[in-house]
């Protein structure tokens, strides 16, 4: 017997008489509310997403194929052991018997002419990669890549700040306090693209060993990255460790055989060619190349070089699938530290305390030991001295006294994993707050900018060179106390002026040659996109260029102009979706009516904005928890949107004004009552 029950917010609570049972139960529930959105991921993993929207998603479904996500998948999944494999084909058979009802219900599948199909028993695998292939640092480097070839070599650090499209999730632990008796508790919230539907389900998983709530993906069963057991919980951040490397390759031809160059000549490498069907256009070839570094994913058009990727989950065939089920199974923090020793990618910095009052702090996954320069940009393939040595930097595993805190900053346990980490601010920032006592959902929401080199560069303009409305301008903004509150006019001010001084660094002297094509795929425009990097990258130009006179231009530029008006009406929600449904996109246009957003890029609540590109807000808190150890019943969560993907459904959006306030709803722990049999 399986039962279905669903809270107030229609969160699902899984009852199963057994794991496998229950994992098939909870892809049922996925294929159910998010029918179109786990095969929106599934079609990206095979690269087959433009036969089924059009070709706006060529430039995707080419870089699926090359890098193989399908077939990396696909290996991993055959690598598995046998209990995982038999309770992830539990999780498939779960979601192929529901994606026939989710679909009718989703008005995606009908805007676009498209029927779901039956998922593969690797599919799962292929939704995890699609999540986080560019998740990490490779994309990065194609960017320092044409840093120095346009500005020179010492000029990347110019932007060693995380890449438009990284992440910047903040996590913390509160150890146990004997005098109350308040045992552990951990709290965060994991930053990402703000998609719609929510990248993250909430949901309760129970069966007779285990009764878990947590954030799952749609499309991969259990919690990995935000549970709590009841006797353990765990929650990450991106470690921003470097995993991923590039190589440029050199190739040559003879008829359908393609050579590359190696350390002792030239060596074959394998080589095919599939066509990608468009809806609505014709179909396109795509080239798919391998080299013993890995998948060819683009070709440099400034030198003719290939670039090959090479992953820790291509290599070993494994993505860690294996430590999903013992996290479910976890009760102590030893058993979560056991857990993840079998994870790979994305490589995470994790927290996780237990009822006993322990509380560890781990990173988790493979970063392979090579030569630091292959951190930076893509290194010659042929050189040896850039080959992996084999093995990989061993696991953090540390118990932690007193208050820890992860927000992608450089720390200790994750300096040598990495290059290029968060500003400290964050971290500051959360430390400070929680040494006043300030409770989890106020540090959630917390606006305050820090008062950076950007906004230091304001004390540096001598109001006197300045007219009568840009220097009342200007005393305004040093005045003003920082917050990015959504109705803040000087908010809205302060984002107008480095706006319009982003901007004018696109002209600066030392600048412009960026603005040269970088000669990489339209796909790594996010992160090799001059106005973008410029525009996240204020605060560090600001301390290394004199910036005084485009500083007071942009000043002038506002004063003179029409009011910016508050923040909250210029930093509009704007979630990432395919807009195949005028349903969906009526939903998002009253989203926005409904909400007005505050925080910003660099504060604790990490709303982000391209400053120069656009105020509006694509990423931002995906989820925020508040893991209480002492009483389960007391911990507290919120998503963005809502449980259901349905456009229309009670649940499709019913959490968004609570998320846009900061406030959290409880989990559901209560008996369940099997409500809804299945």
Same mark, same amino acid.
């Given at each position: 017997?399986?039962?279905?029950?669903?809270?107030? !917010?229609?969160?699902?609570?899984?009852?199963?008489?057994?794991?496998?049972?229950?994992?098939?139960?909870?892809?049922?529930?996925?294929?159910?509310?998010?029918?179109?959105?786990?095969?929106?991921?599934? !079609?990206?993993?095979?690269?087959?997403?433009?036969?089924?929207?059009?070709?706006?998603?060529?430039?995707?479904?080419?870089?699926?194929?090359?890098?193989?996500?399908?077939?990396?998948?696909?290996?991993?999944?055959?690598?598995?052991?046998?209990?995982?494999?038999?309770?992830?084909?539990?999780? %498939?058979?779960?979601?192929?018997?529901?994606?026939?009802?989710?679909?009718?219900?989703?008005?995606?599948?009908?805007?676009?002419?498209?029927?779901?199909?039956?998922?593969?028993?690797?599919?799962?695998?292929? %939704?995890?990669?699609?999540?986080?292939?560019?998740?990490?640092?490779?994309?990065?480097?194609? !960017?320092?890549?044409? %840093?120095?070839?346009?500005?020179?070599?010492? $000029?990347?650090?110019?932007?060693?700040?995380?890449?438009?499209?990284?992440?910047?999730?903040?996590? !913390?632990?509160?150890?146990?306090?004997?005098?109350?008796?308040?045992?552990?508790?951990?709290?965060?919230?994991?930053?990402?693209?703000?998609?719609?539907?929510?990248?993250?389900?909430?949901?309760?998983?129970?069966?007779?060993?285990? @009764?878990?709530?947590?954030?799952?993906?749609?499309?991969?069963?259990?919690?990995?990255?935000?549970?709590?057991?009841?006797?353990?919980?765990?929650?990450? =951040?991106?470690?921003?460790?470097?995993?991923?490397?590039?190589?440029?390759?050199?190739?040559?031809?003879?008829?359908?055989?393609?050579?590359?160059?190696?350390?002792?000549?030239?060596?074959?490498?394998?080589?095919?060619?599939?066509?990608?069907?468009?809806?609505?256009?014709?179909?396109?070839?795509?080239?798919?190349?391998?080299?013993?570094?890995?998948?060819?994913?683009?070709?440099?058009?400034? =030198?003719?070089?290939?670039?090959?990727?090479?992953?820790?989950?291509?290599?070993?065939?494994?993505?860690?699938?294996?430590?999903?089920?013992?996290?479910?199974?976890?009760?102590?923090?030893?058993?979560?530290?056991?857990?993840?020793?079998?994870?790979?990618?994305?490589?995470?910095?994790?927290?996780?305390?237990?009822?006993?009052?322990?509380?560890?702090?781990?990173?988790?996954?493979?970063?392979?030991?090579?030569?630091?320069?292959?951190?930076?940009?893509?290194?010659?393939?042929?050189?040896?001295?850039?080959?992996?040595?084999?093995?990989?930097?061993?696991?953090?595993?540390?118990?932690?006294?007193?208050?820890?805190?992860?927000?992608?900053?450089?720390?200790?346990?994750?300096?040598?994993?990495?290059?290029?980490?968060?500003?400290?601010?964050?971290?500051?920032?959360?430390?400070?707050?929680?040494?006043?006592?300030?409770?989890?959902?106020?540090?959630?929401?917390?606006?305050?900018?820090?008062?950076?080199?950007?906004?230091?560069?304001?004390?540096?303009?001598?109001?006197?060179?300045?007219?009568?409305?840009?220097?009342?301008?200007?005393?305004?903004?040093?005045?003003? @106390?920082?917050?990015?509150?959504?109705?803040?006019?000087?908010?809205?001010?302060?984002?107008?002026?480095?706006?319009?001084?982003?901007?004018?660094?696109?002209?600066?002297?030392?600048?412009?040659?960026?603005?040269?094509?970088?000669?990489?795929?339209?796909?790594?425009?996010?992160?090799?996109?001059?106005?973008?990097?410029?525009?996240?990258?204020?605060?560090?130009?600001?301390?290394?260029?004199?910036?005084?006179?485009?500083?007071?231009?942009?000043?002038?530029?506002?004063?003179?102009?029409?009011?910016?008006?508050?923040?909250?009406?210029?930093?509009?929600?704007?979630?990432?979706?395919?807009?195949?449904?005028?349903?969906?996109?009526?939903?998002?246009?009253?989203?926005?009516?409904?909400?007005?957003?505050?925080?910003?890029?660099?504060?604790?609540?990490?709303?982000?904005?391209?400053?120069?590109?656009?105020?509006?807000?694509?990423?931002?808190?995906?989820?925020?928890?508040?893991?209480?150890? =002492?009483?389960?019943?007391?911990?507290?969560?919120?998503?963005?949107?809502?449980?259901?993907?349905?456009?229309?459904?009670?649940?499709? $959006?019913?959490?968004?004004?609570?998320?846009?306030?900061?406030?959290?709803?409880?989990?559901?722990?209560?008996?369940?009552?099997?409500?809804?049999?299945?």
């Amino acid at each position: 017997m399986t039962h279905v029950d669903r809270d107030q !917010w229609g969160v699902p609570q899984l009852w199963a008489g057994d794991v496998d049972a229950l994992a098939r139960l909870q892809g049922r529930v996925a294929a159910l509310d998010r029918a179109w959105q786990i095969s929106v991921e599934r !079609w990206r993993a095979e690269g087959r997403l433009a036969a089924h929207v059009g070709p706006a998603e060529l430039a995707w479904d080419r870089f699926a194929r090359r890098v193989r996500l399908d077939d990396t998948a696909r290996r991993c999944y055959e690598r598995l052991d046998p209990d995982t494999r038999r309770w992830v084909g539990a999780y %498939v058979d779960g979601v192929n018997s529901g994606l026939a009802e989710g679909a009718a219900a989703a008005p995606e599948f009908a805007a676009t002419g498209t029927a779901p199909e039956p998922w593969r028993p690797w599919s799962p695998l292929g %939704v995890f990669l699609v999540q986080h292939v560019l998740f990490s640092t490779f994309p990065n480097k194609l !960017w320092h890549a044409h %840093v120095a070839r346009t500005l020179g070599p010492g $000029a990347a650090g110019l932007f060693a700040v995380e890449g438009p499209a990284s992440s910047g999730s903040n996590a !913390w632990a509160l150890p146990a306090d004997p005098a109350t008796g308040r045992g552990p508790l951990i709290a965060g919230d994991p930053h990402r693209l703000l998609e719609l539907p929510g990248v993250y389900q909430q949901v309760r998983l129970a069966c007779p060993e285990f @009764d878990v709530v947590g954030l799952a993906f749609p499309g991969v069963p259990g919690v990995p990255h935000f549970g709590h057991t009841g006797h353990v919980a765990w929650a990450v =951040t991106n470690a921003m460790a470097d995993y991923q490397d590039l190589y440029r390759e050199r190739l040559r031809r003879d008829g359908d055989r393609v050579l590359v160059r190696d350390a002792d000549g030239w060596t074959p490498a394998t080589r095919h060619v599939e066509e990608i069907e468009v809806r609505g256009g014709a179909p396109e070839t795509v080239e798919v190349i391998e080299t013993p570094r890995g998948p060819v994913i683009d070709h440099d058009r400034v =030198t003719g070089e290939a670039i090959a990727l090479r992953t820790p989950s291509r290599v070993e065939g494994r993505l860690g699938f294996e430590a999903l089920l013992p996290l479910l199974r976890a009760r102590r923090t030893g058993d979560v530290a056991d857990a993840l020793r079998h994870w790979v990618e994305p490589v995470n910095s994790v927290l996780a305390a237990d009822t006993g009052g322990g509380v560890r702090r781990l990173v988790a996954g493979l970063v392979p030991v090579r030569d630091e320069r292959c951190r930076r940009e893509p290194m010659p393939a042929w050189e040896p001295a850039y080959r992996w040595r084999g093995d990989y930097l061993p696991l953090v595993d540390e118990g932690v006294d007193g208050v820890a805190v992860c927000a992608n900053d450089r720390r200790d346990d994750v300096a040598a994993h990495g290059t290029d980490f968060a500003p400290p601010h964050r971290a500051r920032r959360i430390r400070a707050l929680l040494a006043d006592g300030t409770e989890p959902a106020t540090v959630h929401t917390d606006d305050r900018l820090p008062a950076g080199p950007l906004y230091r560069l304001l004390d540096r303009l001598d109001p006197g060179r300045l007219d009568e409305p840009a220097r009342a301008l200007l005393l305004r903004l040093r005045g003003w @106390d920082r917050a990015m509150a959504a109705g803040s006019a000087e908010a809205g001010a302060y984002a107008a002026w480095r706006a319009a001084l982003a901007r004018r660094l696109r002209v600066h002297p030392g600048l412009r040659a960026l603005d040269v094509p970088c000669g990489f795929d339209e796909l790594f425009a996010p992160w090799t996109d001059p106005a973008a990097r410029i525009g996240l990258a204020l605060d560090h130009l600001a301390a290394a260029l004199d910036l005084a006179e485009p500083a007071a231009e942009a000043l002038a530029e506002v004063a003179a102009g029409p009011a910016p008006g508050e923040w909250g009406g210029r930093h509009l929600l704007h979630p990432v979706h395919l807009g195949v449904a005028p349903a969906v996109t009526d939903a998002v246009t009253a989203m926005r009516r409904r909400v007005a957003l505050a925080g910003d890029t660099d504060c604790v609540l990490a709303t982000s904005s391209v400053p120069g590109v656009s105020d509006a807000c694509w990423r931002g808190p995906v989820a925020r928890y508040v893991w209480n150890l =002492t009483d389960r019943a007391a911990s507290r969560w919120i998503v963005p949107f809502g449980a259901s993907g349905r456009p229309g459904d009670a649940h499709f $959006a019913d959490q968004l004004t609570h998320w846009a306030a900061g406030t959290l709803i409880p989990v559901p722990t209560g008996p369940l009552t099997g409500d809804e049999t299945t």
